[in-house]
């Protein structure tokens, strides 16, 4: 495997320090650049986060010594791919300038999630939507914009695929109960979160309803035609450090004669045939994307969120019964919301893109 060249953007933030330890470690990828905003600019990356690194290992020593820039394309080392883990207000401008200069960006910003010819990837369930990149490449630009869905999209868009597939889908209701690791650095302050729920996270439920709707469509002709039932989902964040945990109310089209059904259409679900013929290559797909706990007290967070043969990639699902009648399914999960929400998401992504011949 030819190595490519990587930058990263917003390479300080809670994903940004993610994606500087994974890709450090990714055989892959040469991370060539690290940038952040100008209150970052100029300062070795190991000085601007001595007291704001939150990973339990140490900054991988070759980035530790490196000067971060300025996130500008004429700033930053040419490279193959940038990784983009900008807030979407900045990533909105800035990841067009990147896609300009030649970049494939593998964006976690949802500034760019909805546009039309942008494609909105969990690679197990829709890598065929990665066709979009030739429209952008014949009408726009050499580079690209591939994004990843919102950290909360991820376990949803898993475990309602697999279902939507076999039964359909009438309606979804999803609750949701989101780690403090989610709202970034410095995010919730400590004496709000403690001993508390909010019961609010600004643009969640919106971003939610419509990624899953198109994650879950299907490419026709140049566009995503969404998959077409509602969502209804309340976002709270609660005081756990990584990993969301959810519960999905969902009405199905089909009757479900036998619960133990859904568990296992669940529990086999590796993929669709286009990611299954990469599967194998791809260094970041856990072997089983989806993992059934049968005990009435799991998944939690401190047990689950690592759960899976690449830690952090894996959704856990559990607590699978039937709701009020026999076209409804009441379920809880939980995904780690910066490895298989955020960085992991990327890697994965990207790793796809590159057997796609896309970089
Ligand atoms: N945290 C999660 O679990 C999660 C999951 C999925 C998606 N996301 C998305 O990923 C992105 C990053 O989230 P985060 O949690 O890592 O946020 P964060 O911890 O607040 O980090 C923000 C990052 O953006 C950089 N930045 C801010 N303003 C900038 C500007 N004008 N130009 C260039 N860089 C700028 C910051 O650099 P400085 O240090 O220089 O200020 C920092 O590196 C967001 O779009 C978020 O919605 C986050």
Not at 34 to 53: F, M, V
Request: glycine content about 6%.
């Amino acid at each position: 495997m030819k190595k490519r060249s990587c930058v990263i953007l917003a390479s300080t933030g809670t994903v940004g320090q993610r994606l500087v330890y994974m890709l450090s470690q990714h055989p892959w990828f040469d991370i060539v650049d690290i940038a952040a905003s100008k209150r970052s600019a100029g300062l070795k990356y190991k000085e601007r986060l001595k007291d704001s690194w939150h990973l339990d290992v140490d900054i991988p020593e070759e980035i530790a010594e490196m000067k971060i820039k300025l996130t500008e394309p004429n700033e930053v080392e040419k490279a193959d791919i940038a990784f983009s883990a900008l807030p979407s207000k900045e990533a909105k401008q800035l990841e067009l300038d990147f896609a300009k200069a030649g970049y494939f960006i593998q964006s976690k910003a949802s500034a760019h999630r909805q546009d039309r010819d942008v494609p909105l990837i969990i690679p197990e369930l829709n890598a065929d939507h990665l066709e979009l990149v030739k429209l952008q490449r014949d009408t726009k630009w050499s580079g690209a914009i591939v994004t990843d869905p919102n950290c909360t999209t991820v376990g949803l868009a898993m475990v309602l695929k697999p279902i939507y597939d076999e039964f359909g889908i009438k309606s979804v209701i999803a609750n949701t109960w989101q780690a403090i690791s989610g709202s970034g650095i410095p995010g919730v302050p400590g004496l709000l979160i403690n001993d508390n729920v909010i019961p609010f996270i600004a643009g969640e439920e919106e971003k939610v309803e419509s990624e899953v709707l198109k994650i879950l469509g299907n490419l026709e002709k140049d566009s995503i035609i969404n998959a077409g039932f509602p969502i209804a989902s309340t976002c709270t964040r609660v005081p756990v450090t990584d990993g969301h945990f959810e519960t999905l109310y969902i009405n199905t089209k089909e009757k479900i004669e036998d619960i133990q059904k859904v568990e296992k259409i669940l529990g086999d679900f590796k993929g669709i045939p286009e990611f299954l013929k990469y599967k194998e290559n791809l260094t970041y797909a856990p072997k089983d994307p989806i993992i059934v706990r049968k005990e009435i007290n799991r998944p939690q967070p401190r047990l689950d969120r690592l759960a899976g043969t690449v830690p952090g990639m894996a959704i856990s699902v559990g607590r699978i019964r039937k709701g009020v009648d026999n076209s409804s399914i009441n379920l809880c999960l939980i995904s780690h919301n910066t490895i298989r929400g955020a960085a992991g998401a990327s890697l994965l992504g990207a790793e796809m893109a590159i057997m796609k011949n896309y970089i």
